[in-house]
């Protein structure tokens, strides 16, 4: 822990990752809110797994097409049109009585409206440390959003099963709103501009590595998806004990992150 002490000591630097989790808190909450809201609408886990799917599809689209925006208009041109229509189509999941195939469409485009916070952030980091200190950093960064994790889960599920899943999709919003503001309003954010990109889209999946990379992070994220469905599942909407469970699971992440995070990446 004494290597992130100097870290947040930094001007600006605990104030930006504060801003940047608080803006991505939400998409910690809206996999179990749309999960338990579209079950109790058609009350199958199966058509709510299929919208949370077409959901992550688009959040995956999203992200290497938006940073490539940011490059092209700036980050927060970019930050703000998505996060609105994020918001939108949180909106209308929560509010408007659809068939099946509309609550998929809309989550696809809500998927495809993640405000690339992540991508901006990380531009941003290299100009406000030195270059010794930008790896403990990025290691802080990926063990701070295990936060989203733990917290996101427990307050969606409580919600949700002693209010209404309206109501925890709702506070989704409010969190993307506030997070949102906050991290745009950034100075940070007008100081630095993320280069055009200059090659076709996709080009860098000729890489071995990152094709590893990349299909390594999606049998994780899909390992961990059918962990949240199936433990969700298990105890039901009227619970909120799937929430406190996957908590458990994002605490031993978090533990594990700030444990082995800062070491040098090895075989």
Same mark, same amino acid.
């Given at each position: ?13 605990? !104030?930006? %990752? ?18 338990? /809201?579209?079950? /109790? ?5 199966g058509a709510a797994g299929l919208v949370l799917a077409t959901t992550s599809v688009g959040q995956a689209i999203a992200g290497p097409l938006?940073?490539? @925006?940011?490059?092209? @208009? ?7 049109? &998505? ?5 939108? =189509? ?10 099946? @195939?509309?609550?998929? $469409? $809309? ?9 690339? $916070? ?5 531009? %941003? ?23 989203i994790w733990v917290a996101g889960p427990v307050i969606t599920t409580f919600v949700a099963t002693q209010i209404g899943t309206i109501e #925890?999709?709702?506070? #989704?919003? +409010? ?6 503001? @906050? ?7 007008? !100081? ?7 090659? #076709?889209?996709? +080009?860098?999946?000729? !890489?071995?590595? $990152?094709?590893?990379?990349?299909? &390594? ?9 059918? +962990? ?10 009227? =619970?909120?004990?799937?929430?406190? +469970? ?15 995070? /800062?070491?040098?990446?090895? !075989?």
């Amino acid at each position: 822990m004494s290597t992130y002490g100097p870290l947040l000591k930094t001007p600006g630097v605990g !104030r930006v %990752i504060a801003a940047q989790l608080t803006a991505r808190f939400p998409f910690g909450m809206l996999s179990l809110a749309y999960l338990l /809201h579209v079950e /109790h609408v058609f009350g199958s886990y199966g058509a709510a797994g299929l919208v949370l799917a077409t959901t992550s599809v688009g959040q995956a689209i999203a992200g290497p097409l938006t940073s490539r @925006w940011m490059g092209s @208009w700036g980050m927060r041109p970019v930050l703000v049109l &998505t996060s609105l229509v994020a918001l939108v =189509s949180m909106g209308v999941i929560a509010f408007v009585v659809m068939p099946l @195939w509309a609550y998929v $469409v $809309v989550g696809f485009l809500g998927g495809l409206a993640v405000p690339p $916070v992540q991508p901006a952030v990380r531009t %941003i980091y290299p100009k406000m440390v030195t270059s010794s200190q930008l790896t403990p950093l990025f290691s802080l960064d990926a063990s701070a959003q295990e936060l989203i994790w733990v917290a996101g889960p427990v307050i969606t599920t409580f919600v949700a099963t002693q209010i209404g899943t309206i109501e #925890a999709i709702v506070l #989704a919003m +409010v969190f993307l709103v506030v997070g949102g503001t @906050w991290f745009i309003a950034s100075p940070e954010l007008g !100081r630095v501009r993320i280069p055009r990109s200059k090659r #076709a889209f996709g +080009v860098v999946l000729k !890489r071995p590595s $990152v094709v590893v990379a990349t299909l &390594t992070g999606l049998l994780l994220i899909g390992a961990c998806a059918a +962990v949240e469905a199936s433990v969700t599942s298990v105890f039901g909407e009227g =619970s909120p004990n799937a929430g406190i +469970v996957l908590a458990v699971f994002a605490v031993g992440s978090l533990i594990g992150g700030l444990t082995l995070g /800062h070491l040098p990446i090895s !075989r």
